[in-house]
C-alpha cells in the first residue's frame, strides 16, 4: 500500500530555472511532510519540512507547498543549481511518530 | 565529528541465512531507527530503539529484530533470508530530546544482496 507518491522518476533542468518535484499522498492522517535529498553512496539528508498546519515553508532557495484538499505536496527550487542534482525523497507521517512513509523518489538532474 | 557509520558497505548472502548489521549513530544521538530501502522505492521503517528497548516498529515480521547497546549503537538482525530481503539498509540517529523526524541524521546504508 503505497501511501506516498512521486509519479515522476526524473526531471531534468537547466541550472537558473526552477524545479518543482511533486508528491502525492492517500492518507489525509498525515499531518507533517518532510523532504530528504540523497546523492549516490550517502544516506538522505533532511531539506525541509511542514506541518499540516500551514500551506508554505521557505528556507532560502528551498520552498515547500501543501494543498490539503488535493493530498499534494510540491518542493520549488529556484534558482536551481547542478549542485542540487541528486534523488529527492517525500515523506510524511504523524508528528513525531517515527514511521515515515516515502516516496520512491524522483532524481532531479540539473544542467551548467 | 563522525555522522552516523554503518557497517558492512556491502554483504552477499545466501537464501535462509542469517545476518547481522551493524550502525553507530552520530556523537551525541541516543536514539537509532533503521530503514529498508529497495530498489527503485523511498526507504520503509522498520524499527526504532530507544534506552535498549525496541519502541516503535513498522510492518516488517518477526524475522527482523534488532538491539540496542549501552553506547547507542545497534544492530539489524535478519533471519531466514528471502530473495525479497535484497536492499539497502539505511540506519539513522538523532537525540531524544530534540526529537523529531527531520532531525534524524542518516548513514551511507549497508548493501545486502540475498542470492
Known amino acids: 500500500d503505497q501511501q506516498v507518491k512521486q509519479n515522476s522518476p526524473s526531471l531534468s533542468v537547466q541550472e537558473g530555472r526552477i524545479s518543482i518535484l511533486n508528491c502525492d499522498y492517500t492518507n489525509s492522517m498525515f499531518d507533517y511532510f518532510l523532504w530528504y535529498k540523497k546523492y549516490p553512496a550517502e544516506g538522505p539528508t533532511f531539506l525541509i519540512s511542514i506541518s499540516s498546519i500551514k500551506d508554505k515553508n521557505e528556507d532560502g532557495r528551498f520552498t515547500v507547498f501543501l494543498n490539503k484538499s488535493a493530498k499534494h505536496l510540491s518542493l520549488h527550487i529556484v534558482p536551481s543549481q547542478p549542485g542540487d542534482s541528486a534523488v529527492y525523497f517525500c515523506?510524511?507521517?504523524?508528528?513525531?511518530?517515527?514511521?515515515?512513509?516515502f516516496g520512491a523518489g524522483t532524481r532531479l538532474t540539473v544542467k551548467p | 565529528d563522525a555522522g552516523v557509520t554503518q557497517s558492512p558497505t556491502h554483504l552477499i548472502k545466501t537464501r535462509g541465512q542469517q545476518v547481522t548489521l551493524r550502525c553507530s549513530p552520530k556523537?551525541?544521538?541516543?536514539?537509532v531507527s533503521w530503514y529498508q530501502q529497495a530498489l527503485g522505492q523511498g526507504p520503509q521503517f522498520i524499527f526504532q530503539?530507544?534506552?535498549?528497548?525496541?519502541?516503535q516498529r513498522g510492518n516488517f515480521p518477526d524475522r527482523f529484530s534488532g538491539h540496542q547497546f549501552p553506547n547507542y549503537s545497534s544492530e539489524l538482525n535478519v533471519n531466514a533470508l528471502l530473495l525479497g530481503d535484497s536492499a539497502l539498509y539505511l540506519c539513522a540517529s538523532s537525540f531524544e530530546r530534540t526529537y523529531s523526524t527531520d532531525t534524524q541524521y542518516f548513514g551511507p546504508g549497508t548493501r545486502l544482496t540475498v542470492l
Open positions: 556523537s551525541g544521538h541516543d536514539t
Open positions: 530503539y530507544y534506552e535498549e528497548e525496541e519502541r
Open positions: 515523506a510524511a507521517s504523524l508528528i513525531n511518530n517515527n514511521d515515515m512513509r
